[in-house]
């Protein structure tokens, strides 16, 4: 059964600092992986896909990486801003199913 | 396009009452999924289907949950009789290919059962 994993829970930072988030999951046998938005109360916003034969894609100040074969995934926002505050989550997708990871809840303070 | 439509928004009913949820999925999707979000369990994967057939119901909780698709442009997820462990946050997403398509997500429906 696929396991996801984010870390850290909540994250804290002034506005203008660069910062990753970490994605981990246990099973490498995975269509894609898609890093989403949520904000307070809405819906799901897809960020970023990648493809399991890719190693990263970038959309703005958004980088995403994969590393299949250790089950690892990163989010990297450059340059952060106060808009940038919401939950992010990770899911993987083994064929059938996405399966999500907690969510790590950021806060850029202005 | 409107993206994946979601009705109604927001959803309070009492104990035992039967409720139904509607999605409206992206024009040309093959695929429809149904999730809940709760504070305890996160995001989980109820239902899907593919060009309307149920594929996938092992997330479906109980009898009491039932999900049709009579069609490309509608999906319900009904629960009778519904109890209060039901409240959450119902997702429904589309996309054109499960093994590699990106998902789209509706707003949610937000149901509180009292």
């Known amino acids: 059964k696929q396991e996801v994993t984010q870390i850290p829970a909540a994250l804290s930072v002034p506005e203008g600092e660069n910062l990753v988030l970490n994605c981990s999951f246990t099973?490498?046998?995975?269509?894609?992986l898609q890093w989403f938005r949520q904000d307070p109360g809405k819906g799901l916003t897809s960020l970023l896909l990648?493809?399991?034969?890719?190693r990263e894609q970038t959309s703005g100040r958004l980088n995403a990486s994969l590393d299949k074969s250790s089950g690892r995934s990163t989010l990297y926002i450059a340059a952060s801003q106060p808009g940038d505050s919401a939950t992010y989550l990770c899911a993987v997708n083994s064929g059938s199913r996405l399966t999500f990871g907690e969510g790590t809840q950021l806060t850029v303070n202005p | 396009d409107a993206g994946v439509i979601q009705s109604p928004r927001h959803e309070v009913t009492e104990m035992g009452q039967e409720v139904t949820l509607r999605c409206k999925p992206i024009s040309g999707h093959d695929y429809l999924f149904w999730y809940r979000q709760t504070m305890m369990r996160g995001l989980e994967l109820l239902i899907y289907f593919n060009n309307n057939v149920p594929i996938d119901d092992s997330g479906m909780p109980e009898d009491r949950f039932s999900a049709k698709m009579p069609n490309a442009s509608f999906s319900t997820l009904k629960i009778q009789p519904s109890e209060p462990r039901d409240s959450a946050v119902y997702f429904c997403a589309s996309s054109f290919w499960t093994g590699s398509g990106e998902q789209f997500f509706g707003p949610g429906t937000r149901l509180t059962v009292l």
């Open positions: 099973d490498s046998a995975i269509y894609n």
């Open positions: 990648i493809q399991s034969s890719q």
